[in-house]
């Protein structure tokens, strides 16, 4: 167990829908990621929340948005979902109140697939 | 933007041979990071090169750190099945702390018993 958890494991929805992954970060983390990986695809980086702002935007579409909330726990919104959209999302986490970096600490992933 | 670059993307090694890969950037970077995947699981931070030049040591790993502090390499020593995944390099992108890093594609390591 990363301290990171990720609901739900797996998700099977239908083209259009909309769909909502969450992460709890780690104790003490401030920063949440969330990630896209497709079919032996490298990590593509989506968008990254630290205390409650939004921090950096990656290659985020439209359809897609994200928040951190007070509880420092975030959601990934995917709407209008496509076929392309399926695959891994992860959330990591970082930035502890302590101030020292040890790495992202992911969580063990939502698997999307639309059909 | 700043791109990690990794090679190979793939790698098939005998047990107990030695395997390399590396990770070079467009730009000079603040640190790089190192992550492993195995199959279906998640990426699992395993260290972090901040000096110009730096070698770090895990076991049978040996990380490197370029002196220009552009390119990095991962070193296994006698491959184990338990070394097979996905080998990540990270370069920060952006300035300042805590900011989101750029991934390598990767290299799956496939290690033949």
């Known amino acids: 167990d990363s301290g990171v958890t990720q609901t739900p494991k797996h998700l099977i929805t239908a083209t259009g829908q909309r769909v909502t992954l969450r992460c709890s970060p780690r104790s003490g983390d401030l920063s949440v990621y969330w990630y896209q990986q497709s079919l032996d695809q490298g990590l593509q980086f989506l968008i990254q929340y630290y205390n409650g702002e939004e921090r950096a935007k990656g290659n985020i579409l439209e359809r897609f948005s994200a928040q951190q909330f007070p509880d420092l726990h975030s959601e990934l919104n995917l709407s209008s979902l496509e076929l392309g959209d399926s695959a891994l999302y992860f959330c990591?986490?970082?930035?502890?109140?302590?101030?020292?970096?040890?790495?992202?600490?992911f969580g063990s992933g939502t698997r999307l697939t639309v059909v | 933007g700043q791109q990690v670059m990794q090679i190979p993307q793939y790698q098939h090694v005998q047990e107990g041979e030695d395997f390399t890969t590396y990770c070079n950037s467009s730009t000079t970077l603040s640190n790089i990071q190192w992550y492993k995947q195995r199959p279906g699981g998640h990426p699992v931070f395993l260290i972090q090169?901040?000096?110009?030049?730096e070698v770090k040591k895990q076991k049978r790993l040996t990380f490197q750190f370029g002196e220009a502090k552009k390119n990095s390499s991962l070193h296994i020593t006698a491959t184990q099945t338990t070394d097979v995944g996905t080998y990540f390099c990270a370069g920060p992108a952006g300035s300042g702390g805590y900011q989101k890093v750029t991934f390598g594609i990767g290299t799956k390591l496939q290690v033949i018993p």
């Open positions: 990591a986490s970082s930035a502890p109140r302590t101030g020292y970096f040890y790495g992202y600490t």
């Open positions: 090169l901040v000096k110009s030049g």
